[in-house]
């Protein structure tokens, strides 16, 4: 069955510092795999996607995700964090068959420390 | 653009009422539409997903029904509410072809 893990609940990073939130899927076929934030009591904004061709994809607020085939993962960094990224986090996998549906992972929530 | 309206923002509601959220999408036209729950603390378990009219399907068998009386409209109800019924309720809308879903701002849905 697909599943997606990511390990961290909560982070906490420094102002200004690196990020890099973790997350690792389980699916069969190739996957179509997202990156979500969701500021609290809102919806879910998307970050970015990955679908194919370069690994490392972009996406928007300075973030990036690097796909490994080899490590089943879809880990999202962020060079510098600014207070307005303190939010959730979600990695999903996308299964491309009927419905289109999507399978989250548990979240991590990100805090930033001034 | 397209857009994706929930409402109502805030329900509080006794055990046992009925309830209706309804989502609706604009710009778009037969787009794949889907329900989700989030409980305090977990992540997103999608309840429902309908690629078009009249057309549900139920992901986990619970308390709550889903309908698409029309291409744009989704709606989430219930006959009796239960305390477990509590949470986060956010409706998505994808495209086929694009296949990314975008998400509403969300209910959240108090059962005392």
């Known amino acids: 069955a697909q599943s997606v893990t990511q390990p961290d609940i909560h982070i906490t990073v420094s102002e200004g510092a690196s990020l890099e939130l973790r997350c690792n899927y389980s699916?069969?076929?190739?996957?179509?795999l997202f990156w979500y934030v969701q500021s609290p009591g809102q919806g879910l904004q998307l970050l970015l996607k990955y679908f194919s061709g370069d690994t490392l994809v972009q996406g928007i607020k300075g973030f990036e995700a690097e796909f490994k085939r080899s490590q089943s993962s879809f880990n999202l960094r962020k060079p510098s964090v600014h207070w307005s990224d303190a939010a959730e986090y979600f990695c999903?996998?996308?299964?491309?068959?009927?419905?289109?549906?999507?399978?989250f992972g548990a979240g991590t929530i990100l805090r930033v420390k001034s | 653009s397209q857009t994706i309206h929930q409402w109502p923002a805030t329900l509080v509601q006794p055990v046992g009422s009925p309830l209706s959220l309804e989502c609706t999408v604009e710009g778009t036209s037969n787009p794949n539409l889907y329900w989700y729950r989030q409980a305090a603390g977990r992540g997103l378990q999608l309840l429902f997903y309908?690629?078009?009219?009249?057309?549900i399907s139920s992901e986990v068998p619970q308390n709550l029904s889903a309908s698409r009386p029309q291409d744009r409209q989704f709606i989430l109800s219930s006959k009796k509410l239960l305390l477990s019924d509590s949470g986060f309720y956010l409706c998505?809308?994808?495209?086929?072809?694009?296949?990314?879903?975008?998400f509403g701002p969300g209910t959240r849905l108090l059962v005392l």
């Open positions: 998505a809308w994808s495209v086929l072809v694009q296949e990314t879903q975008y």
């Open positions: 999903a996998v996308g299964i491309m068959e009927y419905g289109n549906k999507l399978v």
């Open positions: 699916y069969g076929a190739t996957p179509y």
């Open positions: 309908s690629v078009g009219i009249g057309q």
